[in-house]
């Protein structure tokens, strides 16, 4: 009984005991194990002579690094005797905490190859190597498109080798944690070479790939077979660069690859490995006249280079043998985990019914309220009945026709797939079809389908039949963008016409007090803009006398700025006709902000201007915030002066006025739209910049609403010369303006009210 009596009481605690007990046990156990680790972690491949002094200082330099890094508070004492600078941080935070890039890849090729194999090679690695660069002695007159190559004017192979070396670390020492160099006669598994490098620790001095042994020298010493590829860490390269010329003037060899490999053994003690930190260089050495379709060896299947590659095509069917294995291992694995989600699915307490569809893929989005639900579109094989301009009905053309028709051919395969050999399935019509996107899971359809329907004895019969299917998101791939930096001049073009004098003071007020008073990389030039009337009477009373002076005034009050000011004369102040005007003024790599005059400058709007107009990449056409009309928002009461950004109004997406890019791609663009105008000068006044940039340019146009720019409501002037679509634009733009429905409807409230008593 007290048995029992104590067995109750202590049963609540057993698993607190039990789990405290194993904790113990796996504790003492880990430390076993990592010290074991420690003593058999030999990837750094330290050659073990004691009579190596350079062997010997490589071995201190590891236990350095194994070192837990302790860190250092430095508190910060300002000095009041000393002037302290604006502290310029720099936009990215990687560059700030010194993250480096990942990998760069260097290819050794020649001025026979460089068309040949180089581009077979750039061809079948770029996607995975986003860095990648060509070294080759002689230079040449033409350069492969899309290849950046290097040349050193000398083809000796061991020369090139060292300028190679050197050239890498004086570059790209800083920027990048590894270093991988290959002939352009190696086929490289590049997704295979980026994945074990997430395996490896970025710390330690490797030197990895198909290790080889010297003619004739001892098995502890051995290098990295070229023709396979290897890997350099940074701190490895770092250390290597100051015996290089030390190495090129001691170390006769032929092979650039067996000379690298001694200059690395002799002056820092580490020799080649294929195995580190569990990750294995695997590489496969290709017979002479193997057929790749035909190789099914482990070796080669799990390869990470092939060596020797004689000719481009093989360089090609290489890649497509090894496309073709990646994509069975996809497959394979995407089976077994279906199977594992299915079953544990059956024991979840929804059971089989709680299995999403597709197996694997995330389950449909629930809506939480009415305003939530994703409508479908409805569509034929020739119309869609949801289109882009807000019509009811349009033609179904370009990319949705071509998704249309490949939806229903593999609709039709997979059930074909499913089906026989009992039945085979033809299409004849599709009645209805329905499309949404998720954007939890991808692109939904729901197709109705007239089918005929063929059994194996040749009987036929036409069917109707409902298929579901799902064309998935696939993974989430980073677009590399050129660098950009927030040191790059703006330089702001305000026009200003007769009916916009008025507010210029206001702009200059607001100029002056965001980016001259805190020193910002900007420059301003204005653009009157006289008609014929007030041209003619210019030497008279010139209508922007008063905004000159107001120019004047701040240039006496800051002797170091210039604002410059261009008169035009014209009845219709066209952005293009006014833009060429200006473009012939400044250089091509100006970065011009055509702004408005009631638009505020300041310095978080110019930052994203620096950033989003990308010379020869980008450009940039903000969406600015547009307070509405006080008189009918506030009525009575006091006008909000709080700082609260963004209540009061709406984004403009009427308003095209404002927008960020460089001369030389505003150049590019109208050099192609001038073919177009020779026949038709009134395109000039129907078309803005905007326009420009869509209709003959290739670049990117970046439109996004820009919480920065905020403006003041007014009323605009619509200038009826302009183009029907500009006009319009320009109506709706001060009608939107106006108010909210809820202020207008209550607007019209209080009126009738009044009007009734």
């Known amino acids: 009984m007290r048995l029992a009596s104590l067995l109750s009481i202590c049963r609540p605690a057993l698993p607190l005991i039990l789990g405290i007990s194993l904790g113990c046990s796996l504790s003492l156990l880990r430390v076993s194990w990592s010290q074991v680790s420690d003593a ?3 990837c750094l491949g330290l050659v073990g002579d004691e009579s190596n002094s350079n062997a010997g200082a490589a071995g201190v330099k590891k236990d350095r690094h194994s070192d837990d890094f302790q860190p250092r508070i430095i508190p910060y004492k300002k000095d009041p005797n000393r002037l302290h600078k604006k502290v310029l941080r720099t936009r990215y935070i990687h560059t700030e905490l010194g993250i480096r890039e990942k990998l760069l890849v260097g290819v050794m090729t020649s ?15 770029t996607q995975h190597f986003s860095h990648i660069f060509y070294f080759t002695g002689l230079r040449i007159p033409k350069i492969p498109h899309g290849m950046q190559v290097i040349s050193h004017g000398d083809d000796r192979p061991v020369w090139l080798m060292y300028e190679t070396i050197r050239y890498v670390h004086l570059h790209f020492g800083d920027d990048y944690d590894w270093f991988y160099f290959m002939q352009d006669d190696t086929y490289a598994q590049a997704e295979r070479i980026v994945t074990a490098l997430q395996h490896l ?11 080889e042994e010297f003619i004739g020298g001892d098995e502890k010493f051995k290098y990295c077979h070229g023709g396979y590829g290897y890997l350099l860490s940074r701190s490895l390269l770092v250390r290597l660069q100051q015996h290089l010329d030390s190495c090129r003037n001691d170390i006769l060899s032929v092979r650039p690859d067996e000379w690298l490999g001694r200059c690395i053994i002799d002056y820092l003690g580490v020799s080649c490995v294929e195995k580190c930190e569990e990750v294995e260089y695997r590489y496969h050495e290709l017979r002479k006249n193997a057929d790749p379709d035909k190789e099914d060896s482990l070796q080669f299947i799990n390869a990470m280079a092939v060596h020797p590659v004689r000719d481009s095509v093989l360089m090609y069917r290489l890649h497509k043998r090894f496309s073709e294995i990646e994509l069975e ?9 279906q199977i594992q989600i299915r079953n544990l699915s059956l024991l979840t307490p929804d059971g089989k019914a709680g299995t999403p569809w597709p197996i694997g893929v995330n389950p449909p989005f629930k809506p939480k309220s009415r305003f939530e639900v994703i409508n479908w579109d409805y569509f034929t094989e020739d119309h869609i009945y949801s289109c882009v301009d807000g019509s009811p009905k349009c033609e179904l053309l370009g990319i949705d026709k071509a998704d249309v028709g490949n939806i229903v051919e593999v609709a039709v395969e997979q059930m074909n797939e499913k089906y026989q050999p009992l039945l085979r399935f033809k299409k004849r019509q599709l009645l209805n079809g329905y499309r949404r996107f998720d954007p939890t899971r991808g692109m939904e359809y729901t197709l109705d389908l007239v089918l005929e329907a063929f059994t194996q004895k040749g009987h036929r019969q036409i069917i109707k039949k409902r298929v579901s299917l799902l064309r998935p998101l696939s993974q989430v791939e980073i677009i590399p963008m050129p660098y950009v930096t927030e040191a790059t001049r703006v330089q702001v073009i305000l026009p200003v016409t007769a009916h916009d004098k008025d507010y210029v003071g206001n702009f200059l007020d607001m100029y002056v007090m965001n980016t001259l008073d805190t020193h910002e990389n900007v420059l301003l030039t204005f653009l009157f803009i006289y008609d014929m009337v007030d041209a003619q009477r210019v030497s008279q009373t010139d209508v922007f006398a008063g905004v000159k002076s107001m120019i004047a005034e701040v240039e006496k009050r800051y002797t170091d700025v210039k604002l410059p000011w261009i008169s035009v004369k014209t009845e219709v102040p066209s952005q293009i006709k006014l833009m060429d005007i200006i473009s012939k003024k400044h250089p091509v790599d100006t970065l011009f902000f055509i702004s408005t005059i009631w638009t505020e400058v300041n310095t978080d709007f110019l930052n994203r201007c620096r950033m989003n107009a990308i010379n020869n990449w980008q450009v940039f056409f903000p969406i600015h915030f547009q307070e509405y009309n006080p008189a009918i928002v506030y009525r009575e009461q006091q006008s909000s002066t709080t700082s609260e950004a963004l209540r009061d109004g709406h984004f403009d997406h009427y308003a095209f006025e404002e927008a960020c890019f460089y001369n030389s791609d505003y150049m590019t663009a109208r050099t192609k739209m001038a073919a177009d105008i020779l026949d ?5 006044e129907s078309m803005e910049i905007y326009d420009i940039f869509i ?10 609403v ?7 409501y007014i009323r605009r002037e619509c200038n009826p010369r302009f183009s029907e679509e500009v006009y319009h634009r320009c109506v709706l733009s001060n009608l939107e303006g106006l108010a909210s429905r809820s202020h207008l409807a209550m607007a019209l409230f209080e009126q009738e009210q009044a009007n009734s008593t």
């Not at 620790?201 to 290790?211: F, H, Q, V």
């Not at 038709?680 to 000039?684: G, I, R």
């Open 40 to 42: 058999e972690d030999a």
């Open 111 to 125: 001025k026979t190859n460089l068309n040949t194999l180089a581009v077979a090679v750039n061809r079948t690695v």
């Open 201 to 211: 620790s970025i710390n330690k001095d490797l030197y990895m790939g198909r290790a």
């Open 329 to 337: 291992r996809a497959y394979n694995e995407i089976e077994q985990l």
């Open 680 to 684: 038709n000068d009134e395109m000039l």
């Open 695 to 704: 209709k003959y340019s290739s670049l990117h146009v970046f439109r996004a």
């Open 706 to 712: 820009e919480p920065a720019l905020v403006q003041k």
